[in-house]
Structure formats: structure tokens, C-alpha cells
């Protein structure tokens, strides 16, 4: 392995281990810049899961508390998320992947845009338990058509006033279990060869460190700044993701 790979691995798996640990989600959005100078495309996308799974485990045991203490909310959202990836899958092949992932870009870039400059946050308090199903479906739906599984719960969760250690215990073990079923499938399909292994060696270990690192700085977030943090990503995610299309 050169100087130069070693380089983006671990400049990948600290950016991204960073992130999930501090928010919970957007590892893919800060490590696969780096992973794809020097990976392939597949063996980039293996790598990013693989790491996002391991380390995002750390940030769930960080909010076990509050998932128990409310996991029918989970559940909601959880449950038809899990339903929604195969279906996502089943439909890559009659839809643009790229037009959808664009149009989600758009609605990310408006939402976040818009309120990340505002004094007042957006607040939607009433209990939506069919709209939370919805959501979940749909990111389910979207993780496995678009790989883009976070983005429309992190949108609707940043509307919702709760403690930040409420919202994180939805986000953490709904984009684990989207992951690992990620995970899963590129183990089937033959993505983890030997240079993605060889891959892992380098980020799994700064990842682990990195997203410790991400768990410390959430810890020292008020409720108000952790919201204003997942507005702050949709942005982020949406012009990622236009970015990765239009390159």
C-alpha cells in the first residue's frame, strides 16, 4: 500500500468516523471523497458501510438509554424502513437512480439553505406516528434504490423538538440496520476481496477512534445546537450529493 492510499484511508476513515459519532449519520458523505481517489468504485462503497456499521455501534450504545425508554418510537420508524430497502432495490432497474438522487438533493439543499441561517428552528411537535412510518418506509425505500437512506429522516428529525439524546435514538439504529443490510448484500455480491480488506485494516481502527472522538464533542451539544447541526447536514448532504452526480 503507498504513502499516498494510506493517506486517503486514514484521512476517510477520521473524517467519517468523526461524523457519525458526533451526529449519528453522514459517514458516506465525508469519507467516500477521499475513498474514491484510490479505491474503486464498489470496493469505496464496501469500505464506507463496513466502517459506518462498526463504528456507528459505539454512538448506539451511547443512546441505549433512550431507545429503550421509548421503542415503539423506534420501531415506527424502524420497521418499515427495513421493509423498504429490498423494494428500493427491486425498482433500480425502471427508475433513474441519478434523477432521484438529484431531486432529493434539491429538497435538502432548499431545507437545509433556508433554516441554517435562521434565528427560529422549525418545530413540529404533535405525535405523527403514521407520518414517522412513512418516513422510515420511504428512507428505506431510498437507501436501497439511491443509497440514500439518512437523508429524509435526518430532514424530518432536524423539525422535531426533541432532546437531542431522543433524536439520536431514532437516527443511530436506524441507519445501523439500513447499513448492515447493506453490509450483507455487498458480502453476497463479492465486494469485501482482498484489497478491501486490506482497506478495512487501515480504517476501521481510525474510524473506531475518530467516531470516540465525534461522541465526546456531541456530548458537550445542547438540544437546540444538535438540531441546528442536522439542518446544517442536509445542506451538506444535498450538495454532496449533487457534486458525486454532476462528477
Known sequence: MSAETLTYLVLGAFAGGFINGLAGTG???FAMGFYLVVLEPVSAVAVVAMMATLTGLQGLWQARIPVFDQP???????VPGVIGVPLGL???DIIDAGALRITIATLLIVYGGYFSFRANLPAFSRRTPWIDALVGFVGGVLGGAASASGALLVLWLSLRPWSKSETRAVLQPYN???LCLTVCLLFFKGAYDGATLLALLVTIPTGIIAAQVGIMVFGHLSDTGFRRLLILLTLMMGVGITLSEIF
Open 27 to 29: 459517514t458516506a458523505l
Open 72 to 78: 415503539k418510537r423506534l420501531l415506527r420508524f424502524l
Open 90 to 92: 427491486s425498482v433500480l
Open 176 to 178: 445501523l440496520t439500513i
